[in-house]
């Protein structure tokens, strides 16, 4: 027996004593298969970062010879009370944008885990139905039902209540909300959707025994739900935050930013200062800064994600 041993241990020392180091072989299929990707995403998303980059060092109006500056492009930016402003205004949007809608899609959500709908898969589409619609399209839109003569005065007037009416995009009061409401209205159907396929994970049996044991609806929401979709939370955060951070489309279509400055956001100030005022180096510093304010705000939530895994 002892024998046995010694010999299948020589043997497997004989066997290490053979073995080479090879080198490993590169494979460049993989790399075939996503170099398209890789090219496309280089010519449109890296070369454009650096490429501002680049440009937010110099003085240049797309005409004259560019003049390199340094950072006092940033210096100019960050002097200027109106970026502050649009950064606000922004912040603002976050609410209508990402916190509004998250609250109605979770309810939505808890509604339908609770109550079976005949036709939900209908009642699903149309509620999406404004994301999928151009903004452009729905900011018009927006903008007529906002009308001093649209439905919503209109309505006012049919109550009897004329002097609620006013022109909501045309007054510094409400130009802001207004255009946030239409924000709310295109994302709160993502929302729904996401937690709608994260809520599916939970178990038909345990929502059964929780009822059972008595857990109303806050309970329900509470300790089975939110911690089900904590993911898609995150996933719609970042989603909903980026959007109202960069939003220029609803904004411009709807207002261009006014009245006055009280609906300019930073993507608006971006445009007007390279395309109106041909400050493009200002324009190209305002992005960056702009780019860095929404990578620190999804990193931040990616890393609470990823501890909240842990």
Do not use: C
């Amino acid at each position: 027996m002892r024998g046995a041993t010694s010999n299948k241990s020589e043997m497997r020392i004989k066997s290490h004593k053979d073995m080479k180091w090879r080198p490993r072989q590169f494979d460049l299929l993989p790399i075939i298969f996503v170099s398209p990707a890789l090219i496309f995403f280089s010519l449109f998303v890296i070369y454009p970062i650096f490429q501002t980059l680049w440009l937010s060092f110099w003085k240049w109006d797309r005409i004259s010879p560019s003049i390199w500056v340094g950072i006092e492009n940033y210096r100019v930016v960050l002097s200027n009370p109106e970026i502050y402003s649009a950064f606000s205004h922004s912040f603002v949007f976050v609410i209508f944008y990402s916190v509004i809608p998250i609250f109605i899609g979770l309810m939505i959500t808890l509604l339908l885990l609770r109550v079976k709908v005949r036709g939900e898969g209908f009642f699903r589409a149309i509620l999406f139905m404004p994301q999928i619609i151009s903004t452009v399209v729905v900011a018009i839109s927006w903008r007529w039902i906002y009308a001093s003569d649209g439905p919503i005065n209109d309505f006012f007037i049919f109550l009897g209540a004329e002097k609620i009416t006013t022109a909501w995009l045309g007054n510094f009061d409400t130009a802001l909300i207004a255009v946030g409401i239409i924000g709310t209205w295109i994302n709160y159907g993502l929302a729904m959707i996401l937690f709608l396929s994260g809520a599916q994970r939970i178990s038909q049996d345990l929502l059964d025994a929780d009822r059972i044991d008595g857990a109303n609806m806050w309970q329900e929401f509470r300790y089975i739900l939110l911690p089900s979709i904590r993911g898609e939370i995150v996933i719609v955060l970042i989603v909903t935050m980026t959007l109202a951070l960069r939003n220029f489309d609803i904004v411009w279509n709807a207002t261009q930013g006014g009245p006055g400055n009280s609906t300019d956001v930073p993507s608006i100030f971006i445009y007007k200062s390279a395309f109106v005022n041909r400050y493009v180096g200002e324009a190209a510093a305002t992005s960056f800064i702009l780019a860095l304010v929404i990578f620190s705000i999804t990193s931040a939530l990616l890393l609470s994600r990823r501890e909240s895994d842990d």
